[in-house]
């Protein structure tokens, strides 16, 4: 087969043999870019640690947990009309070009799909573990979604024609008569996600609060004011404060302190994931857990290291037998 093969080689036009090592070229620079794409994704997420919301540092984090809708308006998927958290969609024209013959027939020349409306969610959604909630950014991301699914139609229709995923499967017909494909995509609500990107968090307090000394801290300023004490504890009006009534004192330091804890509260941290700044580390958002995607990007490494070798192998393989000859 090989000397078959060597043969085509040593008899093919100078064209086509320049079109054959062009692509070698082509395909070899392809597999290089991808050893170094693909390894170093599989480098960061096999290094990264996974973190938890709550004690995770400032920087470049890889988060896990489920996925959900923030408060007010929902992410709504233009073609399912389906929530979810993100969506991606495309809607496709089939577009065929013709030929006039000599007797001014019309013969189909060649069809392709030409795109004449899509769109990608950049709406923020919430990632949630056990420790706390993390706002999710997905702009820039290169997502890996638990819902992918393409359709053909006669029509083109408009986002805002279709109003349930029935209406969209009425208009669908079986055969050639299909004009229009659709293609939709979609990180459902509760989907388990992996997330890997930049962790920042905004507002809040970050000290420790101590709610002994917060109360020990309040009475001694109390103490410094007797006669408010007495006008508010001294039930008796014996001008003293007892036992009893001392405890109330401490009840009453206890539920100022609580309801300082609770305003503080109001403005605590927002936590943040979202594209990194340093372009060379990747953001990814994915359904698929931790070690399938390392199984996968260290598949994707391994290929492209063998393309890139039988790219490089063929090309000085046809130069030398072109050479040769």
Known sequence: MLESVKLQIIHADQAG??????????????SLYGIFRFFHRYRMIADTPTSRIRSAHQGYVELEGEGRLMQ???????????????????????????????????????????????????????????????????????????????WY???????????????????????????????????DIGDYLYVLG?????????????????????????????????????????????????QKVVEAAEQRVDKDLTERLVDQEIHTISKPIDSRRPFIISVENQEDIIRKYRRFSIGSLLGFFLSGITFFWVLGIRLAN
């Open 17 to 30: 043999i320049i079109f054959l090592l062009g692509l070698m070229v082509i395909l070899c620079a392809v």
């Open 72 to 150: 007010g308006q929902p992410i709504i998927s233009p073609l399912s009309k389906k929530k979810c958290l993100w969506y991606k969609f495309k809607i496709e024209e089939r577009v065929r070009e013709y030929d006039i013959g000599p007797s001014n027939n019309h013969a189909l020349s060649k069809a392709s799909w030409e795109t004449v409306n899509s769109g990608t969610s950049d709406n923020l959604f919430l990632l949630i573990d056990d420790t706390g909630t993390c706002v999710v950014d997905p702009e820039g991301a290169t997502v890996t979604p638990s819902f992918s699914k393409t």
């Open 153 to 187: 139609g006669e029509r083109e229709y408009q986002v805002t024609d279709m109003t349930s995923v029935d209406g969209i499967l009425g208009m669908l017909k079986v055969g050639n008569r299909n004009k229009y494909r659709f293609t939709e995509q979609r990180i």
């Open 198 to 246: 930049r962790f920042n968090s905004i507002g809040g307090r970050r000290e420790n609060f101590d709610k002994k000394a917060e109360v020990r801290d309040l009475l001694a300023k109390w103490k410094k004011m007797p006669d408010l004490i007495r006008a508010r504890f001294d039930e008796n009006d014996d001008g003293e404060i007892d036992m009893h009534e001392w």
